[in-house]
């Protein structure tokens, strides 16, 4: 089957991510963003892409911070209300019922109930027009990264996706339809992909005796 250029989120899983922000008045805003995604291995930069008529977009813009929150299947309910078109005085917090998990390293509050929090400062926006359609690319820095301790394993810093089911998302021509990733049993090491079987990147994962993340 042939399908329109454009309806690339029928055949992609994407991610949904609850991006919360806080404007310059203080007023806190979740929305949906599956257009999400790490920017290479080892940075620390994540990419988000975002249509220009965003009220995240405006309050990134201008505070430098956003929290990248990761729902699980339990927080599906929350996509529509935190997608809502709604003015920017309204405290979405409280529009879609979730409270927030103050954050560590920045202002913008996370939100309580996911099982994993990007805190981000803002990188730099690039600012695009596609067929006369404005949108920006916003490349964000983790500054302050955790896990649902209960979903993560310390040693072998796997996480175990079917006990956080996260939020996943694909189109249809309907529109979208939610679902969750499992293991498939099989796993490879990064050195793998090298002649010499070596990880290049191997020292930033090993872990000294006792040391935290930083
Ligand atoms: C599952 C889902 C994923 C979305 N992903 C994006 C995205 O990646 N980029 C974007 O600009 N809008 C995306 N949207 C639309 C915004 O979430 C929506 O326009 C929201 O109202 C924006 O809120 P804000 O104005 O408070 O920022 C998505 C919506 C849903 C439901």
Redesign the pocket.
Known sequence: MILENFKRESIVP?P?TF?S?ISENGVR????????MPVLRPFDLVC????K?????V?LRSTGEFVINMPGTDMADK??P?????P?DID?FELAGLKEKPSKKIKAPGIEGCYAWMECKLDHIIEEVYDGFP?ALILGKVVYLEVEDSVYDKESGSWDVEKAKPLM?TGSDEG?HFCTVNGIGKFEPYGAMFKNGKDPLERMYKKEEGQECK
């Open positions: 994407m949904v991006i922000t805003n979740i929305a949906p963003y599956s257009c999400f988000v892409a975002s249509a008529r965003r009220d995240t977009l309050n996509v529509i935190t997608a809502l078109h709604v920017p979405e949108y998302m979208m």
